[in-house]
């Protein structure tokens, strides 16, 4: 059988070199450069919008060049590669992207072969996108959808926030003065509650939300932008699939005393 890889070529694009945003007096090569690149292939009947017989994929993510510190780029490129090759059929990741293209599409073909007369559409998209990139903070977000079959598509999104001076992660202990979980989960809570339409007083637990101890509380999922945190909460994490994401906004307004005073937020309070 030829293989999907050889029936439909791979379309490798680079959209764009995009400058770091928020960057001032720097000369271009001193500043974080990102590279979009997109794949996407497919196989089978795909021509048609109401096909039953068709696997599609599409990878487009950020390449990142920082001459700044090469350290620190090739972290971020590691990351992003890391999230991109993960394998929905194998422990062993593939070794590029057009490997993974190739094993997505082999399976499918090879379950069509396994099962001709079955009516099957798969998909896989995965996309890295920069969501914040100035002198110190580079900030991605990560998401995939992927439908095999079955009652609905899968889908979830990371933020990943990188401190561009020290080439480490960020945590929201690098962001926020000490001991300041509970004053930072009670604003948060208030917010969430708004957002989902909950009284001060209501139950969580009894409004469809699946909190430990019935207690609300944040994850580590957050991206950080000019003017707010943004937490995410993906799906079944803290409630039924049916009642979607959760996307909780926090004003630095809202926090600003919990924010360190000489910490990667400050700037964006002045």
């Known amino acids: 059988m030829i293989s999907a890889i050889e029936k439909t070529a791979i379309i490798v694009l680079i959209i764009s070199s995009i400058p770091a945003c928020g960057s001032t007096n720097k000369t271009d090569k001193d500043k974080v450069i990102v590279h979009q690149k997109k794949y996407e292939d497919s196989t ?7 096909s039953s017989n068709c696997a599609q994929i599409k990878i487009e993510f950020p390449q990142v060049e920082y001459s700044q510190n090469q350290a620190v780029e090739n972290r971020i490129n590691k990351l992003i590669q890391g999230y991109l090759l993960q394998s929905l ?6 070794e590029s992207v057009e490997k993974l293209i190739d094993e997505f599409l082999r399976e499918y073909e090879t379950f069509k072969s396994d099962f001709p007369e079955a009516f099957q559409l798969w998909s896989l998209e995965r996309t890295g996108k920069v969501r914040h990139n100035s002198d110190y903070i580079f900030s ?16 979830y999104i990371n933020f990943i926030n990188y401190n561009l001076k020290s080439g480490e992660e960020i945590k929201l202990d690098d962001l926020f003065i000490d001991n300041f979980e509970k004053d930072l989960n009670r604003i948060a809570e208030s917010e969430f509650r708004k957002l989902r339409e909950l009284s001060d007083t209501a139950d969580l637990g009894l409004a469809g939300f699946w909190f430990d101890d019935n207690r609300f ?4 999922n957050f991206l950080i932008t000019d003017s707010s945190l943004i ?7 803290i409630t039924a699939y049916a009642f ?6 926090i004003s630095y307004l809202k926090i600003k005393d919990l924010i360190k005073s000489d910490g990667l937020l400050e700037a964006f309070l002045n």
Do not use: I, K, Q, V
């Open 44 to 50: 089978g009947d795909c021509d048609s919008a109401y």
């Open 231 to 237: 937490f995410y909460y993906n799906n079944y994490e």
């Open 244 to 249: 979607g994401p959760t996307e909780l906004e």
């Open 89 to 94: 059929f194998d422990e062993n990741p593939p």
């Open 140 to 155: 991605m977000e990560l998401s995939e959808y992927s439908y095999l079959g079955g009652a609905h598509p899968n889908t």
């Open 217 to 220: 509380h944040l994850n580590d």
